[in-house]
């Protein structure tokens, strides 16, 4: 019930700030500003190259990328594997190229199992309609909301309604395409309909998964959408064997193997689906490689999840102020999780995630195939989830989102400190959190970004363990510069008679316990 975000930016937009000091003999180095910090957390996230991003991050076996020279004898495996994921990712179109104006058949379903809990038709078609027009030319050109009892039978509806919906779809030419908003359609069920009817029929399964092939930037988020697409080649496997009158399943004469054209088929397909599980793995242990490397470098992060379209990237780009980020109002913008820095108020730096959105009735295999790709999440160091809070089913978003986190079974720490953000008050006047802890927000506006930083600032400190200290040290000797490379210098007070400086610094608890080893005392 959800679907996902990952890449990362260089960040040419970051800047570095010095903070002066009381002595010009004690002026302290430049702290750790957010560019330096993300080309760091680039290295360890391990994220390929994403919109706007730029080239190769190192590879996970410490090796130099084929750019950058020396591989010794590694470099043709690593080739080979390469056009291998290529080959892999050359998939048929799924929906036809062009101008579409589509018909949205909505079966609202009244009472029983197939009910959805909890929302309304008219709002399920809104989504419905949303998706359609995440299309590239394609355009709703009209509604029909049929009650049904029994959504998941044959051709979906009764006789007489399937009769009078053929009228209207045949009698209006101005309709290309049907959109049938149910979960899946079964084979025999999309080609009586597409014969009945005269034109093409697309269920959510089908539009969904084009959606996700479009805006899959990343090869991992690309052989996640091939992984997915599995069981609609196997289903038009089926129907095509069927087609044939089931020939080709009894024949025994393919190229004198003593396989049936299905059986040929179908192993193909098993095959296919080893190789993008087996791809995908070695890019999950580069990602969790690559990820112990950017835990060494302590760098605290920040997921922001949130049902899709509720305004993620518009807070991030206000919290950063990355004139780089272009939000996009449509859903599944992109399904790559991409990485931002920004400065808590502290000048503590933080890497925001920005993740896939969530949504509510997205078909099983689509949430298996990228359930990897959140396991992100799993290694934050807090989670912010950002609800549209002008939704008329804002409630409703809130518990698929939350639902589908704990599907996830991240670390009950993780869940319990997560911090609420109502985005998009600005439409709803006088607005007041019902959420203990939660702070509302305009994004667009920058309405209660203050206090969100704030808010997210004592989270952070108090999720990885930092405090705010007082140290003093000798002006003679490495600890300044060791505390600007290793910790958040937040004030340095210089005592020039005494040969010393006091230090407010943020700093975790791994990085004092190495500071008082090395320097004793």
Known sequence: MWAVRAAVRPGSWLFRVARGCGAPRAAPPLSPCPERALAAFRGGLGCPEGRGGGGRGPRADGRRSRTGGKEGEEEPEAAEEEEEEEELLRRDPLLPAGTQRVCLVHP??????????GTRAEWQVVEAQALVHTLDGWSVVDTVVVPTKTPDRKLVFGRGTLERLTEKI??????TAVFLNVERMAAPTKKELEAAWGVQVFDRFTVVLHIF?????TKEARLQVAL?????LRSHLKNNVAHLGGRGRDSRHIMGSGESFMQVQERLLKDKEAKI???????RRKRLLLGQQRRRREFP???????????????????TGDAAIQPRDQLFATLDVTAHAGWLPSRLTVIYMDTIGFLSQLPHSLVESFSATLEDVGHSDLIVHVRDVSHPETELQKASVLSALRTLQLPRPLLDCMVEVPNKVDLVPGYIPAEPGAVAVSALLGLGLEELKARLEEAVLKATGRRVLTLRVGLAGPQLSWLHQEATVQAVDVRPEAGVADVKVIISDSAYGRFRKLFPG
């Open 108 to 117: 609202d379903v009244k009472w029983g199992p197939g009910k959805p809990p």
């Open 170 to 175: 045949r009698g209006s030419p101005e309709i």
């Open 213 to 217: 092939r479009c805006n899959a930037r």
């Open 228 to 232: 997915a697409e599995l069981p609609l």
């Open 277 to 283: 599980r087996k791809a995908l793995d070695r890019l």
């Open 301 to 319: 992060v920040v997921s922001v999840v949130g049902y899709t379209n509720c305004g993620k990237t518009t807070l991030i780009k206000a919290l």
